[in-house]
């Protein structure tokens, strides 16, 4: 079925090109992108190799600032502002959880508006603040939700398949990735072993050394690391709750990493008593760039705005000389 889409997409997207234009193209993704059908791989396709945008931790929420000081609708407003200015433009954008600050339907409506501008699919998953049964409800019409049950999902891109895990336990800080879940994660894996494989899920599978964090891990990360060891297809897991940017190596050529949250990152501090604080550290995404082999690399941005870019030479003095 994925196959088909995408060799439709190709052959619209080569028709418009010679008929209309680069510009008809534009308008055919951004018309794309706003409907509520998520996967479109038309940039991709056109330019060979894929870009994966990942956005967390919005922690959105209405009616006042979290904890007093952040606007995090704000703040996830001009995350969006950013990856829409982006160029080239990421082929899909994935945003590990925790979207909303306390899972309340207003929040989520308030979510759904902050991202519609954005010009790529979206693909959400959720964090221990969200609701599962409300993120299911808002979002339903975007087609990659089961109707039940875990908001677990996979994405067919052509040089990727990403694979979304919800760690969620309801009312806890903490995830689970409980018997049920892992089952779910092997048959998934299992059914396609020569595909290069992301997963995508909230809570890390590792320890950071930030105690406060850690405290609110993640139980079965061992399961999950043994069971990633039959599958050498799995090359990266991209998590949220630590708003921060972290890696670390998860077994074989695995890497496993956390972004920045798009509001308040999570304060760096690794004493074996360290305060649960956050600080006002600059807000960030990443950008995870696949080649056709399935490498992947890494990159940090930042969603505010800085002085530069200049080139590498002093253009007065030149011009003085
Ligand atoms: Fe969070």
Not at 138 to 151: N, T
Not at 176 to 187: N, Q, T, V, Y
Not at 290 to 307: K, L, M
Request: hydrophobic letters at 45%; a negative charge; charged letters at 20%.
């Amino acid at each position: 079925m994925g196959l088909v889409r995408i060799v439709c997409n190709v052959a619209i997207v080569t028709l418009l090109q010679v008929v209309f234009g680069q510009s008809s193209l534009k308008e055919v993704l951004r018309e794309n992108a706003l409907s509520p059908t998520p996967w479109r791989p038309l940039a991709l396709t056109l330019r060979g190799h894929m870009i994966l945008a990942q956005i967390t931790d919005f922690h959105v929420r209405t009616g006042g600032r979290a904890y007093g000081v952040v606007n995090t609708a704000t703040c996830l407003a001009a995350a969006v502002a950013r990856l829409s200015a982006l160029d080239p433009q990421p082929d899909l954008v994935v945003a590990t959880g925790d979207l909303t600050d306390s899972g309340r339907p207003e929040e989520y409506e308030l979510l759904r508006e902050i991202l519609r501008p954005l010009a790529t699919p979206v693909y959400l998953m959720p964090g221990n603040h969200d609701d599962r049964e409300t993120l299911r409800q808002a979002f339903r019409g975007y087609g990659y939700f089961p109707a039940a049950g875990f908001l677990n999902y996979v994405v067919e891109a052509p040089d990727l398949r990403l694979v979304a895990l919800d760690t969620v336990v309801t009312g806890e800080g903490g995830g689970m990735l409980c018997a049920a879940r892992l089952d779910w994660l092997e048959r998934e894996l299992r059914a396609a072993p020569e595909r290069a494989t992301a997963i995508s899920m909230h809570h890390p599978p590792f320890r950071s050394g930030i105690a406060h964090m850690d405290a609110i891990g993640l139980d079965g990360a061992d399961a999950f690391a043994a069971l990633l060891a039959r599958h050498p297809q799995v090359k990266r897991v991209f998590c949220g709750h630590l708003h921060r940017a972290i890696q670390t190596g998860l077994g074989g050529d695995i890497v496993a990493s956390t972004a920045p949250s798009t509001a308040h990152q999570v304060n760096l501090d690794l004493r074996a008593d360290g305060p649960a604080t956050f600080i006002m550290e600059p807000p960030g995404y990443q950008l995870h760039v696949w080649d056709a082999r399935g490498a992947c690399v890494s990159h940090t941005g930042f969603i505010d705005a800085y002085d530069g870019p200049y080139p590498f030479h002093d253009i007065a003095a030149a011009n003085a000389r």
